[in-house]
């Protein structure tokens, strides 16, 4: 009925869903966390600001930015304010009515179009080319003086690095845009390479990612907001200042794009980062990259010998954290699809991958293995891969049907989401039970 990541192999793509350390979880936990109240005086919450204040300068140091705002309450929050400080910026340079234009990759994430577009820019999508990279001469023939920015995750969500990441912010630059990191991927590249250092003017981070904060549940997460120094006057308010004796909430920040919460910050999932980071330490860290990446290509390598599975996009390029298959070869011979798939790994204990995503790539499923996998799982899995490849190919009805060894078994996916259809209760689910039974 409920499964955690702490007790099973969790690969879903794109969501960095690893291990949260306990001690992590209890220090969240005490009384001196949460009875802490966004409305005491500052001098009573020194301790509160301090690992604030730690966690962003920090968090600097990791992405190469100068100043970081630790409000946004999520990733898409995040992506909303780093968009409203593009629009802050250009508006403050007076180009703002001909700066209207947010360029996306097809590849990117949902969320990125949609928060483009909730701080009032035009999206335009930028298409991936046979390497799984932004096309360069799409992007070329897209970016101009309308453009605002461009928002990209790098490694993008393919799970490749984008090589001419360099080049793309020279063109961004050129033409007077910003460059937005989506951070939901820094999980790859954690003490190997900075944003900053790519080129980038702003990042958004995940903590309830990336940093063992818990995701999943409505929350509580983070999703704090880095910029470089030509950006820090726009960052929202409050932010968190040590005058040498003391730390402070800053409201002066001139040109700021105001608050963008009702209160300061996600200060338990502050405190489970500041422990995560202390406990790792930059070695760590590094560590953290270098076994997500390993642990993705070994899968990778062994899911790719399954019959019906491919690879869509630089097949010859080793993948980062993440790692995108497409079962489409296995739908043409079999009739099985990807939906299929994910349903008969939940009968094997496996929580599924994330299915159809991106949507470039045909009959999806997005895996990310993360640093605290065991070869033993990863082994399991893609065991378990073989296992319904061999029944697809031999019985294609039985994984068609799945699954079978869960509480609620195979549904009607347009009537479960259909309102008529919903069971709120359980004596409605009784009747819909015996109304079935009888017909």
Same mark, same amino acid.
């Given at each position: 009925?409920?499964?955690?990541?702490?007790?099973?192999?969790?690969? +879903?793509?794109?969501?960095?869903?690893?291990?949260?350390?306990?001690?992590?979880?209890?220090?969240?936990?005490?009384?001196?966390?949460?009875?802490?109240?966004?409305?005491?005086?500052?001098?009573?919450?020194?301790?509160?600001?301090?690992?604030?204040?730690?966690?962003?300068?920090?968090?600097?140091?990791?992405?190469?930015?100068?100043?970081?705002?630790?409000?946004?309450?999520?990733?898409?929050?995040? &992506?909303?304010?780093?968009?409203?400080?593009? *629009?802050?910026? %250009?508006?403050?340079?007076?180009?703002?009515?001909?700066? *209207?234009?947010?360029?996306?990759?097809?590849?990117?994430?949902?969320?990125?179009?949609?928060?483009?577009?909730?701080?009032?820019?035009?999206?335009?999508?930028?298409?991936?080319?046979?390497?799984?990279?932004?096309?360069?001469?799409?992007?070329?023939?897209?970016?101009?003086?309308?453009?605002?920015?461009?928002?990209?995750?790098?490694?993008?969500?393919?799970?490749?690095?984008?090589?001419?990441?360099?080049?793309?912010?020279?063109?961004?630059?050129?033409?007077?845009?910003?460059?937005?990191?989506?951070?939901?991927?820094?999980?790859?590249?954690?003490?190997?390479?900075?944003?900053?250092?790519?080129?980038?003017?702003?990042? %958004?981070?995940?903590?309830?990612?990336?940093?063992?904060?818990?995701?999943?549940?409505?929350?509580?997460?983070?999703?704090?907001?880095?910029?470089?120094?030509?950006?820090?006057?726009?960052?929202?308010?409050? !932010?968190?200042?040590?005058?040498?004796?003391?730390?402070?909430? &800053?409201?002066?920040?001139?040109?700021?794009?105001?608050?963008?919460?009702?209160?300061?910050?996600?200060?338990?999932?502050?405190?489970?980062?500041?422990?995560?980071? +202390?406990?790792?330490?930059?070695?760590?860290?590094?560590?953290?990259?270098?076994?997500?990446?390993?642990?993705?290509?070994?899968?990778?390598?062994?899911? +790719?010998?399954?019959?019906?599975?491919?690879?869509?996009?630089?097949?010859?390029?080793?993948?980062?954290?993440?790692?995108?298959?497409?079962?489409?070869? !296995?739908?043409?011979?079999?009739?099985?699809?990807?939906?299929?798939?994910?349903?008969?790994?939940?009968?094997?204990?496996?929580?599924?991958?994330?299915?159809?995503?991106?949507?470039?790539?045909? &009959?999806?499923?997005?895996?990310?293995?993360? &640093?605290?996998?065991?070869?033993?799982?990863?082994?399991?899995?893609?065991?378990?891969?073989?296992?319904?490849?061999?029944?697809?190919?031999?019985?294609?009805?039985?994984?068609?049907?799945?699954?079978?060894?869960?509480?609620?078994? +195979?549904?009607?996916?347009?009537?479960?989401? %259909?309102?008529?259809?919903?069971?709120?209760?359980?004596?409605?689910?009784? *009747?819909?039970?015996?109304?079935?039974?009888?017909?």
């Amino acid at each position: 009925m409920n499964f955690g990541v702490d007790s099973g192999f969790y690969p +879903l793509g794109s969501c960095t869903m690893k291990y949260n350390p306990k001690v992590n979880e209890a220090l969240a936990s005490s009384d001196k966390v949460r009875w802490m109240h966004p409305h005491q005086p500052e001098e009573t919450m020194q301790g509160m600001l301090e690992i604030i204040y730690k966690v962003s300068e920090w968090l600097s140091e990791i992405t190469g930015m100068d100043k970081f705002s630790m409000q946004p309450a999520a990733g898409a929050h995040g &992506e909303l304010t780093g968009a409203l400080i593009i *629009r802050a910026y %250009h508006k403050f340079n007076g180009e703002l009515d001909y700066r *209207r234009d947010i360029i996306i990759p097809d590849s990117a994430h949902g969320t990125n179009p949609a928060s483009a577009a909730m701080a009032g820019f035009n999206v335009i999508i930028s298409p991936t080319d046979d390497e799984g990279c932004i096309n360069m001469e799409a992007l070329k023939s897209v970016v101009s003086k309308k453009t605002a920015g461009l928002m990209i995750t790098n490694p993008n969500t393919l799970g490749i690095f984008e090589k001419r990441i360099s080049e793309v912010a020279d063109i961004i630059h050129e033409y007077g845009g910003l460059l937005y990191y989506d951070g939901a991927n820094l999980n790859a590249i954690l003490g190997k390479v900075r944003p900053g250092d790519m080129g980038f003017d702003i990042v %958004h981070l995940n903590l309830h990612k990336t940093f063992s904060a818990p995701h999943g549940g409505g929350g509580p997460g983070a999703g704090p907001v880095g910029v470089k120094r030509h950006l820090k006057d726009f960052l929202p308010i409050p !932010l968190v200042e040590y005058d040498g004796e003391k730390y402070y909430l &800053e409201y002066n920040v001139p040109h700021s794009i105001g608050k963008i919460r009702g209160f300061h910050f996600a200060f338990d999932a502050a405190v489970r980062v500041f422990a995560y980071i +202390l406990s790792m330490g930059a070695k760590g860290l590094e560590r953290t990259a270098e076994i997500s990446v390993l642990n993705a290509n070994y899968l990778a390598s062994k899911i +790719l010998r399954v019959k019906g599975f491919e690879m869509p996009y630089g097949k010859s390029r080793l993948r980062k954290h993440e790692f995108v298959v497409s079962c489409a070869p !296995l739908k043409r011979e079999t009739g099985v699809t990807a939906r299929s798939v994910a349903k008969r790994l939940l009968d094997y204990g496996f929580h599924a991958p994330t299915m159809y995503f991106p949507p470039i790539v045909e &009959e999806a499923l997005m895996i990310e293995p993360t &640093e605290t996998a065991t070869k033993e799982d990863l082994d399991k899995f893609a065991d378990a891969l073989a296992w319904i490849s061999r029944e697809a190919y031999e019985s294609p009805e039985k994984a068609l049907g799945a699954p079978y060894n869960t509480s609620v078994g +195979l549904v009607d996916e347009a009537k479960a989401s %259909h309102p008529r259809h919903l069971c709120l209760s359980w004596r409605m689910y009784k *009747r819909r039970i015996a109304e079935r039974a009888q017909q």
